[in-house]
T-cell receptor
Framework: RKEVEQDPGPFNVPEGATVAFNCTYSNSASQSFFWYRQDCRKEPKLLMSVYSSGNEDGRFTAQLNRASQYISLLIRDSKLSDSATYLC?????????????????FGQGTILTVHP | DAGITQSPRHKVTETGTPVTLRCHQTENHRYMYWYRQDPGHGLRLIHYSYGVKDTDKGEVSDGYSVSRSKTEDFLLTLESATSSQTSVYFCAITGGLQIYGYTFGSGTRLTVV
């Protein structure tokens, strides 16, 4: 089983639609969670961190369910510029003596295309 | 944006030759990472560093070595390049993983022929 699993999509939605992405992780010791966005042939960029209480940034809402080991991202009022690959990312701290080496594990990504 | 640059941006090399990729940061961050990204596999950790001369292996470290002699530079070497190492290589840094996650460089596209 992969450490971080996402539905690869692709998701094709019209402008203005609401779309949701899901992600599950296997390591219950995981400590922090993120959504990254990656445009074609570019580097991944941090979209938002995900907090246990859920958090919102404009049209984007992220949720975390630690009991189910499940993370979600909701995009409302989709724009053409939202077209990208969305990566679910999990941090499981590792290291001896209490030192965290902070290794991030990435899902394979969910492809989103927003069309006019 | 955080100061992180990778060089070269593109490289074509022949099988069996050594190749070194460079990651340079101006943020004075302690942690640096090398990932490769391939279709169907996503991003996979090759090696990482938690300080000068302190490095460790990731999940796909075979055929790769790294060095970090200065805080700002993290070098990835393919000792004898193979076609399976054709990939896009990303360097990443973090100044506080729990909050900031990683900041990535622009990537190096390596083709081994």
């Amino acid at each position: 089983r992969k450490e971080v699993e996402q539905d690869p999509g692709p998701f094709n939605v019209p402008e203005g639609a609401t779309v949701a992405f899901n992600c599950t992780y296997s390591n219950s010791a995981s400590q922090s969670f993120f959504w990254y966005r990656q445009d074609c042939r570019k580097e991944p960029k941090l979209l938002m961190s995900v907090y246990s209480s859920g958090n919102e940034d404009g049209r984007f809402t992220a949720q975390l369910n630690r009991a189910s080991q499940y993370i979600s991202l909701l995009i409302r009022d989709s724009k053409l510029s939202d077209s990208a690959t969305y990566l679910c990312v999990v941090n499981t701290a590792e290291g001896a003596g209490g030192t965290s080496y902070g290794k991030l594990t990435f899902g394979q990504g969910t492809i989103l295309t927003v069309h006019p | 944006d955080a100061g992180i640059t990778q060089s070269p941006r593109h490289k074509v090399t022949e099988t069996g030759t050594p190749v070194t990729l460079r990651c340079h940061q101006t943020e004075n961050h302690r942690y640096m990472y090398w990932y490769r990204q391939d279709p169907g596999h996503g991003l996979r950790l090759i090696h990482y560093s938690y300080g000068v001369k302190d490095t460790d292996k990731g999940e796909v470290s075979d055929g790769y070595s790294v060095s970090r002699s200065k805080t700002e530079d993290f070098l990835l070497t393919l000792e004898s390049a193979t076609s399976s190492q054709t990939s896009v290589y990303f360097c990443a840094i973090t100044g506080g993983l729990q909050i900031y996650g990683y900041t990535f460089g622009s990537g190096t596209r390596l083709t081994v022929v």
